[in-house]
């Protein structure tokens, strides 16, 4: 039997358990489970569960000194036990929510007080959906077609390309239909929202960030981008509330706390990094950016002429806390991070530095109302990407053969040797 055809067979048998074990692997779903048959464990854990519900109704801080060293003991207590160093899978949405709420049971003074969690509830796993993707194929099909149309328009085509996936095409058809007004009425939020967060959770990511972030030459494109993910629903509210409040409201909501930790985790900029990012990784940093679109914070493109981001919230009215506010707007709006990560999926940072001295600047309307935003003349900007593309062909094929989706990582012999490990195992 040959070397293919019996790695074939290991993975056919052998996928499924091993994908399964990385799943478990740490899960605070199993670790809860360990600790409801321990009568000790169990002891503690019920404990925090009653901490963790005195905060929803007020605040750690409103707790009597008593009860707050209570919780801070079993806290302490059951983070050194099975709980130790427990994270939840992304992209998994029937246990994530389970998950979660586990996560931040046993985490639950984390976050008091403080906007910066930086601390992801979420396992670091690398994703290998890119290798399945058939989105280059589906591409080559759009653009030797009618539905082609404008060539310079790449939301567009990314759009086209997305309708002839037929999971990508039916989830996007989805939360179209439930962001939108029916009958009269207005959206429901909550169930767009939803669908939003299954979108962008259950299509592969190789799709979602072409879709979210493709480059605009003009405002017609810009537009099609910003209307995205159904603004006037999602995004929009007849009035803005202050980002206190905002944030008061996603720390209350599992899903929304554990992405902004994650988002503020993949996406901290870092002055004294070439790339922006305190991670060096700009992959995760998206990952984690289109996260939180579907939660109470979500955040989109300020205008149709800008690639620049921002919340539905201001700072007005803030009193002695407007530092803080400021600090949850501009986590968004003035992230280097999150901007310079942006620019490479759209291609913007692969500028030459001669042609940034043609490009020419113009003030375009905000529509947060704070002022201007400077984006670059569309015309020149495209003239200079016209310049350097085959250049840039060469550059994105050496990263991605460098890339974790290589398959380099483990060599043929050791990964045969750890599946004819787990096969002799098994039952």
Known sequence: ???PLLLGLL??????????????????????????????????YRILENCSHSYAKNSFFILDHGARNKCLQAETMIRNSHFQECKCQRRTQKQEEHCLRIYWTVHHTVSE??????ISPYKNVVSEESLKTNYNKLATQVSGSHLAGDSTNA??????????NRKCGRLRTTYVANCSPKDGHPCNQRKCHRELRHFFGKVDMDFTKRFLFCP???????????????????????????CLVLLDTCLKDYICKSRLADFQEQCKPSSSSSDGCFQHNHATCLEAYMGMIGTPMTPNYINNSTADVTLWCSCENSGNHKEDCEEILNSFSNNRCLRSAMQSQMGLNQVNTNDQEELQFIPSPNIQGDGTSTVLSA????????KMQPEVLMQNRQVFSHSVYSGDQLSSFNLTLMLLLILLGSP
Not at 15 to 38: K, V
Not at 379 to 386: A, I, N, P
């Open 11 to 44: 993975f056919s048998r052998t996928g499924g358990l091993l994908a399964q074990a990385i799943e478990q692997a740490n899960s605070c779903i199993t670790a809860e489970s360990l600790c409801l048959a321990d009568p000790a464990c169990n002891a503690t």
């Open 113 to 118: 007080g403080d906007f910066n969690l930086e």
């Open 379 to 386: 015309k020149m900007y495209w003239e200079s990407v016209k």
């Open 155 to 164: 939301c567009l085509q990314a759009a086209q390309v997305c309708i002839l």
């Open 1 to 3: 039997m040959g070397l």
């Open 216 to 242: 605009c030459q003009d405002e017609f494109c810009g537009e099609r981008r910003r209307k995205t993910i159904v603004p006037h629903c999602s995004f929009q509210n007849s009035t803005k509330p202050n």
